[in-house]
């Protein structure tokens, strides 16, 4: 339509953003994408990456810029603005930034989200130095050594039990008696030689050198007495937060938040596409938004076309 601003907007310039843009753009259709910080998402703070085919190992910064030049080559235009608002409004939705208002007629939401922490002393200095929220794409680097993850539910047992794929010892770290995780998943990582539960303990402090880290402060919630850990590593999964709250709409989730999607990642709003880590799926890995995205970017394009032909049907019969 000749009074929107663009045909899509895409929200977010990680790497699901960024694969959305690259393909909207290829099939010349009128996009923006908005990003609030940088384009990259959290691939910017991850070190090093070693899972993506093509690259045995590339530094995380290094491919945020390989995704965001080969989106712009083919005519992608990011802009710096952070998104507070989207609506629906008849055909069209609005997308509000701290910029202006812009008019469109389908968007692509792949604002994702970020993991929770633990908010303690060397948290921040040693993330990508030995703390990790992120086992399958980490792992690896920890071979032979002495992991700590921190929490109870389903995804800390789980993603212990991966990490004994590659450290020598696993301690496992729960505030609590009891895990909120299935019974069968801490039945099953209890069998394991390399495991061993700290109960009733809370992470105070990640220890290190000017390098990386060295150990962990743990507390015991019930005497208030401290010791510390010899770790490498520590892995966090205390919870993912997902960026769902700036759509208006009443659009679908499951019961942690996360958007839900049909195979052509268009969620119960039609026009409203989603992909990346704030959409309900299994794992949250660089390839499957990459290709989430891919199908959201087509799909996307597909949904403009039937939406023009719909108006062209609709329209009277010249006299």
């Not at 039937?306 to 609709?314: I, L, P, R, T, V």
Request: glycine letters at 10%; one cysteine or more.
């Amino acid at each position: 339509m000749a009074d929107r601003d663009f045909e899509i907007i895409i929200v977010g310039a990680g790497p699901a953003g960024l694969t959305a843009g690259l393909y909207v753009s290829r099939s010349k259709i009128s996009v923006m994408c908005f990003e609030k910080l940088a384009p990259g998402g959290e691939i910017l703070n991850t070190e090093h990456v070693e899972d993506y085919p093509g690259f045995e190992m590339i530094g995380g910064p290094e491919l945020a810029q390989k995704f965001t030049d080969h989106a712009v080559k083919f005519g992608l235009k990011i802009e710096m603005e952070e998104v507070s608002e989207i609506r629906k409004d008849g055909d069209d939705f609005f997308v509000k930034t701290d910029m202006g208002e812009y008019r469109c007629g389908a968007v692509i939401y792949t604002a994702g989200g970020f993991p929770r922490k633990l908010d303690i002393p060397g948290e921040e200095k040693y993330a990508g130095k030995g703390v990790s929220y992120c086992a399958l794409c980490d792992g690896a680097f920890f071979q032979d050594e002495v992991i700590t993850v921190v929490g109870g539910g389903n995804s800390a047992v789980e993603e212990a039990q991966f990490l004994t794929k590659y450290g020598s010892k696993v301690y496992l770290v729960h505030r609590r008696q009891g895990f909120r995780a299935h019974q069968v998943a801490v039945d099953k990582l209890t069998e394991n030689e390399k495991v061993e539960f700290i109960l009733n303990h809370v992470a105070e402090e990640v220890i290190g050198d000017d390098k990386e880290m060295k150990a962990i402060r743990l507390k015991n919630v019930k005497t208030g007495e401290t010791q510390d850990i010899e770790a490498n590593g520590l892995f966090v999964f205390v919870g993912f937060i997902p960026n769902t709250d700036i759509i208006k709409e009443d659009v679908e989730k499951d019961e942690s938040g996360f958007i839900i999607t049909d195979q052509n990642m268009e969620t119960n709003i039609p026009g409203l596409f989603v992909a990346g880590d704030c959409r309900s799926q299994l794992i949250r890995q660089i390839t499957n938004a990459s290709g989430d995205a891919t199908t959201a970017a087509v799909a996307a394009e597909k949904y403009l076309e039937a939406q023009e032909d719909a108006k062209k049907e609709s329209a009277p019969a010249a006299s």
